[in-house]
């Protein structure tokens, strides 16, 4: 009986369920080697991957915090320049190029935080989205070093000066950050910052009159977005290999706000659920239907109802399912939907 | 002093393409209480239609352009009584995603429907041209100019003078006394998604003639229009228009005198100067939050 508690406390542990999980989505590559999954299947879900990690700093940021930014492409984008230009045109290391691609955009971040404290809701969002335009025309005007409309390319990433990773190490690179990112992510909204966040979408003048500092958490939580947000840009130049202004559009802030909305606000998993909803699930399933998969814009069309079916049944988020689905199985458990 | 004045007149050409596709925003956002993101790609849907019956039907371009608004009118009609009408119960956030889903799904049928290929959609007034103090203005920007500056002010006559436009303002301040009160509130969303998208659609065809009908036609405008609503404030009706109308000229007046390449964001940072001093923007109301 005691072991068996033990067991039980040990599988509920969150961090060895992040790693668990992890270690289930790197099993991919593997998969792909041994035939059962098609070698597009490592793109795509490096894609899903990637968003999401960019979809979690905006959790933390509409989640937890109530303030919603439409920003998120510019900071993607500005993430994938710097960090291509560093180790592309300038041979410095790539963590040393990583770790400039996350700080330079922190520090736009900030001044962001410090704007957002006289504006609310959608005149913060489309202040954010006018932040995001004005870097988008730079990374076509900034030739020199954007390389202007035809792009720029990067390589896969090279470790500590001698490792060199190819597609499929890459992807388990890109795992590995999602899974240090979410335990960041736990630890972070489970501890004060976590309480004072919530205090603060609920009402800020009651989270002021008890001691949160509006200004402090404003710029914390905006620096953290603008931080994953680079981090996921400066992973995607380094594993889809090129990028071009014209990716860092409203439609990708929009998509990852969908993720979000999708899959849960406040919610790690549902993040991630939300993510291959959103992104990856159009594209694994219409690509293996012979004809309609060759329809023009079907992939679109697919991904634009599944959101409105998915908000308009599951408007808490996707998330919410298991828990319907543990209802359907478990008669007179705990009502916990009725709120 | 001749392109000063040739600078002003073309900004009022654009100016009214904003103000066009702006109007459209903000109409759903005073009835429905959401932020449309798909106002553009809907445009573009329109302005596809209208190119569609002029270069495979035949269609005179005028009639191509009014067949397109009327098939805007249904579009809007289907929008929002297959969709939004169920969204009631969706909070802000979750609304303005569906409207995210609408904008995808319009994107994907676009190519469906009207094939892949850019096509071209010539003016409604093909050439001709008079001077206005030296500076060369074409009828049909002449049109346009009216048009623009003709419809905002009847929407605007509309609004305040007519009983639909006093039930708009009504539902606008609060959907659930207008309700009580007897207003059809169905009827003025259903009103409002028409009218978005007919506004919308005129602005495509108006804008299409300046470059190729592809389903990135409506991308800038509506970024713009945007920022018109922000800069505008989003409390009133005619707030927008007026935001519309500098973002345009200042646009011109920058990439003119200052610099074409850094105009625009030159003009988008102002903007952001403007809210941090200015949070409910030019016309807005500061509404006082109580405890």
């Not at chain 2, 925003?25 to 002029?54: D, E, H, K, W």
């Amino acid at each position: 009986m005691q072991k068996g508690s033990t067991q039980k406390s040990f599988l509920k542990n969150p961090y060895l369920q992040y790693i668990f999980f992890g270690i289930i989505i790197s099993l991919l590559p593997v998969l792909v080697n041994a035939g059962i999954l098609k070698t597009s299947w490592v793109g795509i879900i490096g894609g899903t991957i990637i968003y999401a990690i960019a979809a979690l700093g905006l959790n933390l940021l509409l989640g937890y915090s109530g303030l919603i930014s439409l920003g998120t492409a510019g900071f993607m984008g500005l993430g994938a320049y710097i960090s291509a230009y560093l180790t592309g045109d300038l041979g410095l290391p790539w963590e040393v190029g990583i770790l400039a691609a996350i700080i330079i955009p922190v520090i736009f971040g900030l001044l962001i935080g410090l704007a957002s404290l006289r504006m609310e809701g959608l005149y913060l969002g489309i202040v954010t989205l006018c932040v995001s335009e004005v870097l988008r025309k730079t990374f076509d005007e900034l030739e020199p070093i954007t390389g202007g409309f035809s792009g720029k390319g990067a390589e896969y990433p090279t470790l500590l000066g001698n490792i060199v990773l190819n597609q499929k190490q890459t992807y388990v690179l890109l795992v590995v950050a999602l899974v240090l990112l979410m335990m960041l992510t736990h630890n972070l909204t489970n501890g004060q910052l976590g309480r004072a966040l919530h205090a603060m979408r609920g009402s800020q003048v009651a989270a002021q009159a008890m001691g949160v500092s509006l200004l402090k958490y404003r710029l914390i939580a905006f620096s953290l977005a603008t931080a994953y947000a680079s981090l996921a840009g400066a992973l995607y130049v380094h594993f889809i290999k090129f990028v071009y202004p014209s990716t860092w559009t409203l439609p990708v802030s929009l998509t990852i706000l969908a993720i979000i909305v999708v899959g849960g606000m406040r919610s790690l998993y549902g993040t991630f659920l939300g993510a291959v909803i959103v992104y990856a699930l159009p594209d694994l399933l219409l690509k293996r239907i012979p004809v309609i998969g060759d329809i023009n814009g079907l992939s679109y069309v697919f991904s634009g109802v599944l959101i409105i079916v998915v908000i308009l049944f599951y408007p808490g988020g996707v998330i919410n399912i298991f828990r319907d689905i543990k209802k359907l199985f478990v008669k007179g458990s705990k009502k916990e939907g009725e709120v | 002093m001749s392109t000063l004045i040739q600078l002003l007149l073309r900004s009022l050409e654009t100016g009214a393409i904003y103000a066009l596709a702006t109007l459209g925003i903000i109409i759903v956002f005073r009835t429905n209480f959401m932020i449309n993101f798909g106002q553009g790609v809907m445009g573009m849907f329109g302005a596809y239609i209208v190119t569609v019956l002029f270069n495979k039907m035949g269609l005179p371009i005028v009639l191509a352009i009014l067949v397109g608004l009327v098939a805007a009118v249904g579009v809007g009609f289907l929008v929002d009584f297959i969709i939004i009408r169920r969204t009631k119960h969706v909070t802000g956030t979750g609304k303005e995603i569906i409207t995210l889903g609408l904008m995808m799904v319009f994107l994907g049928i676009t190519p469906m429907l009207f094939g892949v290929d850019p096509m071209r959609l010539p003016k409604v007034i093909e050439n001709g041209a008079f001077s206005v103090g030296g500076a060369n203005l074409s009828y049909n920007s002449l049109l346009n100019i009216i048009l623009g500056l003709g419809l905002t002010i009847g929407l605007f006559l509309l609004l305040q003078k007519t009983k639909l436009g006093l039930a708009i303002r009504t539902t606008a301040s609060s959907e659930k006394t207008a309700r009580l009160m007897g207003v059809p509130t169905k009827w003025v969303t259903l009103f409002a998604w028409a009218l978005a998208l007919v506004l919308g659609t005129l602005s495509g065809a108006m804008i299409a003639p300046s470059t190729s009908v592809t389903v990135n036609l409506m991308d800038s405008v509506q970024v713009n229009a945007f920022i018109a609503c922000v800069l505008g404030g989003f409390q009133t009706f005619y707030g927008p228009v007026i935001g519309a109308y500098i973002i345009a000229i200042a646009t011109n007046l920058l990439s003119y005198y200052v610099s074409s390449v850094w105009g625009t964001q030159i003009l988008y940072i102002l903007v952001i100067i403007f809210i941090v001093f200015k949070p409910v923007g030019l016309i807005g109301k500061k509404t006082v939050k109580k405890v």
